[in-house]
């Protein structure tokens, strides 16, 4: 039996492995990707994500809902840019440059005019 966190969420495409948050949309940028990586490691701590939800006020049902949205995937990444050692740590984690995870952020954030 597969437990129902392993299963994809129909509309978004995500979903949970352990505590690692896992894409399979195959229309998938590679920004949503390093954001959806960078969510992940944010969700991984107990006190960060509970300070992620209460900034964005989302909870858990609203972020699941909102999960493949760039505007959600760019406000993950606004959240750790404001705590630049979450910044670099989440940026060492994933092993990237940390302006790599602000370049993404504008790009998502840009990413709803340049596709409509």
């Known amino acids: 039996m597969i437990p129902c966190a392993a299963l994809p969420d129909p509309k978004t495409g995500v979903h949970f492995s352990g505590n690692r948050l ?13 954001a959806l990586r960078a969510l992940g490691w944010t969700l991984g701590d107990d006190a960060r994500a509970g300070r992620l939800l209460a900034l964005t006020g989302l909870d858990a049902e609203a972020l699941r809902e909102r999960i493949g949205e760039p505007g ?43 596709r409509s």
């Open 22 to 34: 896992v894409a399979m949309r195959g229309e998938q940028t590679h920004d949503e990707a390093v």
């Open 72 to 114: 959600l995937l760019a406000a993950v990444l606004r959240f750790l840019e404001a705590h630049e050692p979450d910044l670099l740590a989440c940026a060492e984690h994933l092993q990237i440059p940390p302006l790599r995870l602000v370049e993404t952020r504008r790009r998502l954030e840009a990413w709803p005019a340049v």
